[in-house]
């Protein structure tokens, strides 16, 4: 059974950084690419940032592009992604996937996500 478990979300003064990791485990984490989404309420799930099978190719969506890197350690069988210089419209829920890297077509279900807030 796949399990993705989101962590490092939090309460933090806008400009601040974050340190979002997501574990996986019931798969072989290394061959699938991953990525990170987030959900603000009342708005679409969005793609914020996508990362290789081996991490030797990353996506940034525009809104984060700068500010947010993605990072994996597939002999801990997670992903990471840290964030800097947050802005009250990071604040959403923030959640992994398994994807098909360049399609963005997430397979499998969802983690429970982690909170992030951003305060002006």
């Known amino acids: 059974q796949v399990q993705l478990v989101e962590s490092g979300g939090g309460l933090v003064q806008a400009g601040g950084s974050l340190r979002l990791s997501c574990a996986a485990s019931?798969?072989?984490?290394?061959?699938?690419?991953m990525g990170w989404f987030r959900q603000a309420p009342g708005k679409e799930r969005e793609l914020v940032a996508a990362?290789?099978?081996?991490?030797?190719?990353?996506y940034d969506a525009d809104s984060v592009k700068g500010r947010f890197t993605v990072s994996r350690d597939n002999a801990k069988n997670t992903v990471y992604l840290e964030m800097n210089n947050l802005k009250p419209e990071d604040t959403a829920v923030y959640y992994c996937a398994r994807i098909i890297y360049g399609s963005w077509a997430t397979i499998g279900s969802w983690g429970q996500g982690t909170q992030v807030t951003v305060s002006s």
């Open positions: 990362i290789s099978r081996s991490g030797g190719d990353t």
């Open positions: 019931g798969l072989t984490f290394s061959t699938y690419a």
